[in-house]
């Protein structure tokens, strides 16, 4: 059974920084993406960063460009998201995201980040 399991989250101050880890286990076959969302409070799930597995190629929404990275341990079969400069409006559930090549979606089950004074 496929587990996508997410740390990292908590409470930073406007400015500050985050990693956000998400530990995947249990797949059989190779992923297609891996990717961050997040869920603000009254808003829609939205799309922050992904990763390939084939080629480590790397997307970012225009919110996360430039202050968040994206990398993946192969041999600790985690992805990472590095946040920096964060922002208020960076407040939200972050969610790990993984799909195969056959199209089957994996979600975790999210960590909060807050970023407040």
């Known amino acids: 059974q496929v587990q996508l399991v997410e740390s990292g989250g908590g409470f930073v101050q406007p400015g500050g920084s985050a990693r956000l880890s998400c530990k995947y286990s249990?797949?059989?076959?190779?992923?297609?993406?891996i990717a961050w969302f997040r869920q603000a409070p009254g808003k829609e799930r939205e799309g922050v960063s992904c990763i390939s597995t084939r080629d480590d190629s790397t997307y970012y929404a225009d919110s996360a460009k430039g202050r968040f990275t994206i990398s993946r341990n192969y041999a600790r079969n985690t992805v990472y998201l590095q946040m920096d400069s964060l922002k208020p409006d960076d407040t939200a559930v972050y969610f790990c995201?993984?799909?195969?090549?056959?199209?089957?979606?994996?979600w975790g089950q999210g960590t909060q980040v807050t970023v407040s004074s």
């Open positions: 249990g797949f059989t076959l190779d992923f297609y993406v």
């Open positions: 995201y993984a799909q195969y090549y056959t199209g089957v979606e994996y």
